[in-house]
Structure formats: C-alpha cells, structure tokens
C-alpha cells in the first residue's frame, strides 16, 4: 500500500475513535497517574537507599520512607488494571458500533452485492476485521499519547537533578522513534498482503466447506486438500514475514534503551565518583531513566497493532463505501392499496456496460391475478425479481407499484407489501415456529397455525417429535424439500402481503408434493397478486396472464391457450418442455 493509502486509512481509524473518546482520554488519565505514582516510588526508593548507604541508618529507622511504598505499589496495580479495563470498554463500543454499521450497510446494499463478494471474505472482514481494531483502540492509541506524556512528565523531575543525564535522555528517545518509523514502513507492506492472504484463505476454504459433497462425488477433494495446504502456508510464509519485523523493531527498541540507559549510568557513575552528584539525585534518576524509554518500548509492542488496523481498515472501509444502487431520494412511504398492481414501463437494465439484462421491457401485473414469466436461461426473468424486490433499480423507464415509481419509494416500507418464495426457501436455526413467524415477530400461535393449515403444513408439523418447537438444522437438512417449501408459504401467508413473487417454487419437487403446493399457491393468490418466474407447465397453467421474455424484452404476452396456438417462443419452450418429459431428443434440438 502505499504511503498515502496508507494515512488515509489511518484518518479513517482516527475520526472512528470518538464513540471511544473518553475511554481512550481515561486511559491516557490512568497512565500519566501511574507514571506519577512511579516517580514518587523512584524518589523513595532513591532516598532510602542513600540514607542506608551514606549514614548507616539502622532499618528500623528507614521503615518509615519504605511503608508508603505498599500503598503505592498496590495504586500502580490498580492503576495498570484500570487502564486496561478503559480502553477496552472504547474498543468493545467501537467494535460493535462497526459491526452493526456494517451489517445494515449490507443489508441496504442487498443480495446483487454479496452475491459479487466472496462469502468468507466478507466473513473474515465482519469478524476478524474488526478485531483487528482492539488493540488499535485499546492499547496503541493510548500508549501513543503516553509515549509522549510520560517521559515529559520524567524529564520535568530529572532536569532539576541532573541536566547532563536529562540532555542524554532528550537526544536518545527521537532515534528510537525515527528507527521504529523506518522498521514499520517495510511492515504496513508486508501486513496489507497478510491480510490479502487471510481473506482469500477464508473465501476458498468457505467455498470448499460448501461444496465438499460435489468434491467427495468427483474425487477431488484431496485435490483441493493440497489447495487449502498450499494457501494456507502462503499465508504463513506472509505472516512470518510480519513478525520477523516485529522482532526487528523490538531489538532495535531495546538496543537504543539499552544504550541510552547505559549511558546515562556511566555518566552518573563518573559523576558521583568526582562529587559533582549526590547518591540521592544520581539514584533517583537512574532508577527514572529505565522508566523513561518504557512507553517508547511499549508502543514499539502495540505498533504492530496500528499496522494490522490499517489493513483491516482497507477492508471494512471498501464494503462500507459501496454504493447502495439507486437509494438517493426513496423516502416516500405511500399507501400502495390491496391488491396491488404493478406496471414495468420501458425498464432498462444492465449489470455492466454492453451487457443489458432489460431493454425496453414493458408489461403489468393486474391487481388481484396471477402473471407467469416465462423464457430461457438469460431472458432477465431474475432481473425482474430483483427490481421487484428492491435489489436494483430501474436505469431507463421506471417500475410502478399502485401508480407510485418504486425508485421514490422507502425499500424497508415497499418490502412489507411483498411475500418472497423462492427455488430454494432457507430457514434458519431455530425452531419451526421461530422460522413461519420470521416477517411477523409477534405473531400468535394460533395466526402462526392457521397460516401452516393454509399452507398445507399444519399435519406434518405436529407429527415432528416437538410440533412447532422442533429445531431446525442450518438450511432445515431434518426436512423435506417439499416441507421446506410449505413452511415458506406458511411464512407467505402469515405476512400476508399484497404483492407475493415466486421463483418457481415448485421446481424441485415430486409430482404429488408439487400438487398440493400448487394447490396452496392457488388459496394464497386469493385477493393478492402473485407473479410466478416459471418453468413447468402446472405452474404455468394456474397464471391468469403469461408473459414472455427474450433477451431483455417481452416478445409476448397473453393466455396459455393463445400462446400455445400462436406457434412463438412460448409455444416452442412448450414443445421442448413437453419433449424433455416424454424423453424425447427435442429438446436438444430446441
């Protein structure tokens, strides 16, 4: 990255911190308290030791100037804890701040962004990406101010004593900075490629977890094993490569301390030899020199932090600045009215340049019917689905919900008039009445089983060991297809929204499960309008309206009948749907 990529990034890490801006400032508290404390022990301790060394004092007569030194000791521990405990309450706010940040702006951006991302990619940046900022907050950021604070606060009791050594110490503490800045540079390079690393590890090893039944059946899972091998010790190699600077920047700290330490006792040891210092003063600013280049060592320990949060800066400030399509101005919470009818007005669309997906398209959803949309593989019938439910917006031509321009409309108001049934319904882990009421959090039992009798659901339920308490597995595995799908109308006919959309939810399904879902997709299209992305015929059949699609434009539209006998696309997707069932070789010819 390069050196001004890199102090943007840090500016963003900076305007972050004000959620933990007093904690920080408490932290920075906390420590100059305890530097203070430290410098009270040093004169003690330097003072005790004189009066042993020079004047024989018996001990018991130096007990006294020792007994303060508990209080203080447990002070400095209590200190320490509580400098510790602060900055991470401020990193713990920031962290999930961020987080829920985060996960909105993915929310609003939609499916159409996350399905253009790697999951595991955007998984390690949720997660260990914004734990990378905890020791940022926690640790380095104040450490940063104390390594300033401190050793002013020292030089202001070593000068008065003892100016040479105080000349020594002021000379000493910038080399130690401008080598750790030289050391880092190389560092910020290698830690951006570190995280490179980790976040395509985890977006590979996420797509193989995935697919590590279609990898078992083709014999190539030890083939991506040496992959996940091969991957995972680049990231190794890529992390060493990190931690041999550390080490590097930690012995040269250490190297430098030692030096100005060492010289500062030399100069005190001559000194003392002449008489030209006192053992008290000479005592107290050695043992405060060794203080002195503390904080510089410390936030030479937690400078790795501030680079690996530059790199997870890269990451989180990439997803949070992508653009939510077409999100400008929809405010407008109209009343759309039941049922619903929707207009498509010469759409256009296109997910790159010269690549449409829409061009021109123009047809209408009849309030309280049901419209299939038909077409082969291409034709923008999924393009259709995501301007529907607000994954996209039109770019030429516009999309009319109630006469109302559903660019100008709220997305969260538009999605309450809208039931979703896809291919593939997912449930989550929970029970199965947590899954039915999942658009309808406070639904009671009774509208939760009178939604499931609707939808064909309500016997199979009961029949499971705990009825509608029984818990789901990731994606429902302990159920059907067809059990999933009822559980998903159910969900439908909870919400009971105006406008329902099915992504031929019926594709998957054995002959007599696929009836009674159409049968039930035939009580829930009563006083709504239901669009049906089709294709087998069942589905088809219930449409009051067909309408065809072709390369981004509707070639026809009309009746099953009409279509049939005119002899276009429709009657020929027909024929080869029919041939395919027949096990006839017409669909290879279509």
């Known amino acids: 990255m390069s050196r001004r990529g890199s102090n943007r990034f840090e500016a963003w890490l900076a305007a972050e911190r004000a959620l933990a801006q007093p904690a920080v400032a408490g932290a920075i508290g906390l420590g100059t308290l305890a530097a203070l404390l430290l410098i009270v022990q040093a004169w003690l301790l330097a003072r005790t030791l004189a009066a042993a060394v020079l004047h024989k004092t018996p001990l018991a007569l ?36 961020l987080r829920g940040r985060i996960f909105r702006h993915l929310q609003r951006l939609g499916p159409m962004f996350l399905h253009a991302r790697h999951s595991g990619e955007l998984a390690t940046t949720v997660i260990d990406g914004v734990e990378a900022l905890e020791s940022y907050y926690a640790r380095y950021l104040p450490q940063k101010a104390l390594a300033v604070s401190v050793p002013v606060a020292i030089l202001a ?15 000493s503490a910038p080399l130690i900075v401008v080598f750790m800045i030289l050391v880092g540079t190389g560092a910020e390079r290698r830690n ?30 030890r083939r991506e094993a040496h992959i996940i091998a091969r991957v995972s010790d680049d990231y190794r190699r890529s992390t060493m490569s990190v931690l041999r600077i550390a080490f590097l920047s930690s012995v040269v700290l250490e190297f430098f301390s030692a030096v100005g330490i060492a010289l500062v006792a030399v100069l005190i040891g001559f000194r003392l030899l002449q008489g030209h210092l006192g053992l008290e003063a000479g005592l107290f600013v050695l043992l405060l020199a060794a203080e002195y280049f503390a904080p510089l060592r410390s936030l030479g320990t937690h400078y790795h932090a501030r680079m690996e949060a530059i790199a997870a800066a890269e ?17 407008a919470r109209p009343v759309l009215g039941r049922p ?70 709220d997305p969260a108001h538009w999605l309450t008039h809208v039931a979703w049934l896809p291919q593939r319904p997912h449930l989550f882990e929970g029970s199965i009445l947590d899954n039915i009421r999942l658009g309808v959090s406070g639904a009671s039992i009774g509208a939760v089983r009178a939604a499931a009798r609707d ?76 669009l049906i992305v089709a294709h087998r ?16 434009r509707v070639v026809e539209q009309g009746t099953h009948e009409a279509l049939a006998r005119a002899g276009g696309l429709y009657a020929r997707l027909v024929h080869a749907h029919d041939a395919a069932q027949d096990g006839s070789p017409a669909l290879r010819a279509h």
């Open 537 to 552: 015929r069942r589905s088809v059949r219930m449409a009051d309206r067909i309408v065809v699609l072709d390369a981004g």
């Open 455 to 530: 939808a064909d659901a309500d016997e199979f339920i009961l029949r499971l060991p705990q009825g509608y308490d029984t818990p789901l597995g990731e994606r429902g595995q302990n159920l059907s297809g067809g059990q999933v799908q009822r559980i998903a109308l159910a969900r439908a006919f909870l919400k009971d929204a105006p406008l329902v959309v099915m992504d031929e939810a019926t594709a998957s399904l054995d002959p007599e499960t696929e009836a009674r879902v159409v049968a039930a997709l035939r009580r829930l299209a009563r006083g709504r309008t239901l």
């Open 157 to 171: 009791f070593v000068v008065p004593r003892d100016w040479v050594s105080g000349l020594v110490l002021v000379v």
């Open 340 to 409: 619903l009818d929707l207009r498509f007005d010469d759409v256009h669309f296109a997910y790159e340049p010269g690549r449409e997906a829409l061009r021109g398209a123009t047809f209408t959803l009849e309030a309280g019917r049901v419209t299939a949309l038909v077409g082969p593989s291409g034709a923008g019938k999924s393009t259709v689905l995501n301007l529907l439910l607000g994954f996209a917006r039109a770019q030429r031509g516009c999309v009319y919900a109630g006469g109302h321009d559903l660019a100008g409309v």
């Open 192 to 221: 951006q490629r570190q995280w490179r690393e980790l976040a395509r590890m985890g977006a590979h090893f996420l797509d193989v977890l995935q697919g590590l039944t279609t990898l078992k059946l083709f014999g190539a899972s």
């Open 315 to 331: 990451r989180i400030v990439d997803v949070l600045d992508a653009k939510v399509a077409g999100s400008a101005g929809a405010v």
């Open 62 to 97: 130096l007990l006294p100037s020792l007994w303060p030194l508990v209080p203080i000791l447990a002070a400095r521990f209590a200190v320490a804890a509580a400098t510790e405990e602060v900055g991470m309450r401020g990193a713990v706010a920031i962290k999930e701040d």
